[in-house]
């Protein structure tokens, strides 16, 4: 097996394909990792989700990381990892035209919202499901290729 | 869908089985999030890699979380989460005897080695691919199952 290293093109093509990863976020030093669909789009991934660990962590640390991969074999397969920051984007007149743009690429993915809201349903709280959407800029980005030997 | 919450046997069966999951561990509160081969034993994943920065990362943080899923559709999926503590298993005899137990897990996946050797191979660093040896204690583990509605 070889490694080698993906140019930016290569990890944002591999994100447009995918729309699925995994989100790293912390608190107070502890990780946290729950895999997200996002769509990609202007250097941002654009996610959706209800209330929960995730966005409240998120809210108080920006700081996050998100590894999407695709693995045909043990030595073919193919790994981008995303440094970036949360932005959260609410329903309030300043983030109107945003929302717009984020919502058509999500609807692409109309399964986000059933996911989401399935989601809330396993929780004790009685919370309403409500959809906060939000993007993850991306500050850093680095991909690798393995490939079988010949 | 809905969703359920799993048992904790149902969890540990999940990890045994897959072998095969996502890390995160964290720096300064900057998460990172990397994939992992591991073998469960003892409420312990024991896993193994190169120097490099995850590593470093756990070493001086260690906080992390793992998490492994098996996704069968978008509506049928299971997810298991793992938080726990790093420990190298360094080569001195005070260690010996773990990492005896240790190896006996990794050799049935023989190709962990190999993958760790091809991922040092793409560092600029003249690193030698030394064998790092480690293991997560779980301290709390939860899953989720997602089934399609009948």
Chains 1, 2 share one sequence.
């Not at 990792?33 to 209330?51: H, K, M, R």
Request: some cysteine; glycine content about 6%.
């Amino acid at each position: 097996m070889s490694i080698r290293e993906m140019n930016q093109e290569e990890c944002r093509d591999l994100l447009v394909r995918l729309g699925f990863g995994r989100l790293g976020c912390a608190n107070n030093n502890q990780p946290y990792v729950v895999p997200i669909y996002f769509a990609y789009d202007s250097n941002c991934l654009f996610g959706f989700s209800t209330a929960g660990q995730k966005i409240e962590w998120m809210r108080s640390n920006a700081l996050v990381c998100v590894e999407a991969d695709e693995v045909l074999g043990q030595d073919n397969w193919t790994s981008v990892l995303v440094f970036g920051r949360y932005e959260e984007l609410p329903d309030n007149p300043k983030y109107a035209a945003r929302r717009l743009d984020a919502h058509a690429l999500l609807e692409k993915r109309t399964f986000w919202w059933r996911q989401a809201i399935a989601t809330s349903q396993t929780r004790s709280e009685e919370l309403r499901p409500v959809p906060i959407l939000y993007c993850i800029h991306i500050d850093r980005m680095t991909g690798h290729q393995a490939s079988p030997d010949k």
